[in-house]
């Protein structure tokens, strides 16, 4: 039995329509910059992004650590969110493989940084101190709960990095949830900053690749940096064709998971010892918690689900991550709402 997985967004597998695609694509050696299948979802993704160019890479982790790699020399520093995806999910990547080191700032709960965290974090021109060379946001924001952050507040930390040289970098894994939330487009999200990164892999239900967008002279250096990263592609036409799908036809969709995901966290909202987080879900996710008088762990209650054919993610001990996408439809909800009720029911006397 398929169980109704909602532990991630990542979980989406090709629609009939991309693998369609995949098996048709026009293909050619990408490194040599040949293939047009590749071409083509390169200039739509600079086009969607506002950007001259952009590339495609295997994964956001590598999206994240090129273009990090390629605004900042060894010894320079990143700063970044504590409970950024760059900073707590991409194993250390610029530090270990770039020799960037990282200021980590607290995440309010919408997401972002305080702009005088910022100001104060900024290092003056001193030889014993490493150069501040880069801001790193996130949106949406996964671990803040799939929060969006305005373009206003993107405007100001990239106003702010400007007056002081510094570059700015997006990781826009979600970008398009955080722009179809906001009615906006993605462009305008992406507009104040030097790098953006998405993923197609996500929500978009590619299979696979994210892309980096940027200047032109940017993306040449990222491109050298994909190489060096070992994610130079050759028929990666074959990947590229179902995320040009992704685009053409999945952005506009996601309107339907945000509401799927507050219908779920309706259904949820008095079962026993489960308490939603404030504002959730904001996108596609919503984060619960189990109350202190609940006597187990958001583990047992998922093995319980699991065996219901629900898996949801167990992220903290007490704290779930439930990630609405393409594949949950009305009844999905529905049946997922049952189990956790009967699940909590029964665990809790
Ligand atoms: C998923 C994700 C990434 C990177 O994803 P990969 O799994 O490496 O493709 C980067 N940032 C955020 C916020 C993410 O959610």
Same mark, same amino acid.
């Given at each position: 039995?398929?169980?109704?997985?909602?532990?991630?967004?990542?979980?989406?597998?090709?629609?009939?329509?991309?693998?369609?695609?995949?098996?048709?694509?026009?293909?050619?050696?990408?490194?040599?910059?040949?293939?047009?299948?590749?071409?083509?979802?390169?200039?739509?993704?600079?086009?969607?992004?506002?950007?001259?160019?952009?590339?495609?890479?295997?994964?956001?982790?590598?999206?994240?650590?090129?273009?990090?790699?390629?605004?900042?020399?060894?010894?320079?520093?990143?700063?970044?969110?504590?409970?950024?995806?760059?900073?707590?999910?991409?194993?250390?990547?610029?530090?270990? /493989? &770039? *020799?960037?080191?990282?200021?980590?700032?607290?995440?309010?709960?919408? %997401?972002?940084? =305080?702009? #005088?965290?910022?100001?104060?974090?900024?290092?003056?021109?001193?030889?014993?101190?490493?150069?501040?060379?880069?801001?790193?946001?996130?949106?949406?924001?996964?671990?803040?709960?799939?929060?969006?952050?305005?373009?206003?507040?993107?405007?100001?930390?990239?106003?702010?990095?400007?007056?002081?040289?510094?570059?700015?970098?997006?990781?826009?894994?979600?970008?398009?949830?955080?722009?179809?939330?906001?009615?906006?487009?993605?462009?305008?999200?992406?507009?104040?900053?030097?790098?953006?990164?998405?993923?197609?892999?996500?929500?978009?239900?590619?299979?696979?690749?994210?892309?980096?967008?940027?200047?032109?002279?940017?993306?040449?250096?990222?491109?050298?940096?994909?190489?060096? /990263? &070992? *994610?130079?592609?050759?028929?990666?036409?074959?990947?590229?064709?179902? %995320?040009?799908? =992704?685009? #053409?036809?999945?952005?506009?969709?996601?309107?339907?998971?945000?509401?799927?995901?507050?219908?779920?966290?309706?259904?949820?909202?008095?079962?026993?010892?489960?308490?939603?987080?404030?504002?959730?879900?904001?996108?596609?996710?919503?984060?619960?918690?189990?109350?202190?008088?609940?006597?187990?762990?958001?583990?047992?209650?998922?093995?319980?689900?699991?065996?219901?054919?629900?898996?949801?993610?167990?992220?903290?001990?007490?704290?779930?991550?439930?990630?609405?996408?393409?594949?949950?439809?009305?009844?999905?909800?529905?049946?997922?709402?049952?189990?956790?009720?009967?699940?909590?029911?029964?665990?809790?006397?």
């Amino acid at each position: 039995m398929k169980t109704i997985d909602l532990r991630s967004d990542t979980v989406t597998e090709p629609t009939p329509a991309m693998r369609e695609a995949m098996a048709r694509a026009e293909v050619g050696d990408d490194v040599y910059g040949e293939d047009p299948s590749v071409n083509h979802l390169q200039a739509m993704a600079a086009e969607m992004m506002g950007k001259e160019a952009a590339l495609f890479v295997p994964s956001g982790t590598m999206g994240n650590l090129a273009s990090i790699l390629a605004h900042c020399q060894r010894g320079d520093e990143v700063i970044v969110g504590d409970k950024a995806h760059t900073f707590l999910y991409e194993a250390g990547g610029i530090s270990a /493989l &770039g *020799g960037i080191h990282s200021c980590q700032l607290p995440n309010q709960p919408d %997401g972002t940084i =305080a702009i #005088e965290h910022l100001h104060a974090a900024i290092r003056p021109k001193d030889i014993h101190q490493p150069p501040t060379r880069l801001i790193a946001l996130e949106n949406t924001h996964n671990r803040c709960g799939g929060v969006v952050l305005s373009p206003e507040y993107c405007w100001q930390v990239a106003e702010f990095a400007k007056e002081q040289g510094i570059l700015t970098h997006l990781d826009g894994a979600r970008i398009f949830n955080a722009a179809v939330s906001l009615g906006i487009s993605a462009k305008e999200l992406a507009e104040p900053f030097d790098s953006v990164t998405f993923c197609l892999s996500k929500a978009l239900c590619a299979p696979v690749g994210s892309l980096i967008c940027g200047s032109q002279p940017f993306i040449e250096r990222v491109r050298r940096v994909r190489k060096q /990263l &070992g *994610g130079g592609m050759r028929q990666a036409g074959v990947l590229a064709a179902a %995320g040009i799908v =992704a685009l #053409e036809t999945m952005v506009d969709r996601l309107a339907e998971d945000h509401a799927r995901a507050k219908r779920l966290a309706e259904k949820l909202n008095s079962a026993p010892h489960l308490i939603l987080e404030p504002g959730s879900p904001a996108t596609n996710m919503i984060f619960a918690q189990l109350d202190s008088g609940c006597p187990v762990t958001t583990k047992k209650v998922c093995e319980a689900l699991k065996e219901r054919g629900v898996q949801v993610g167990a992220i903290e001990p007490h704290r779930f991550r439930i990630v609405v996408h393409y594949w949950i439809d009305d009844n999905a909800v529905d049946v997922a709402a049952n189990a956790f009720w009967e699940v909590l029911k029964e665990l809790s006397h």
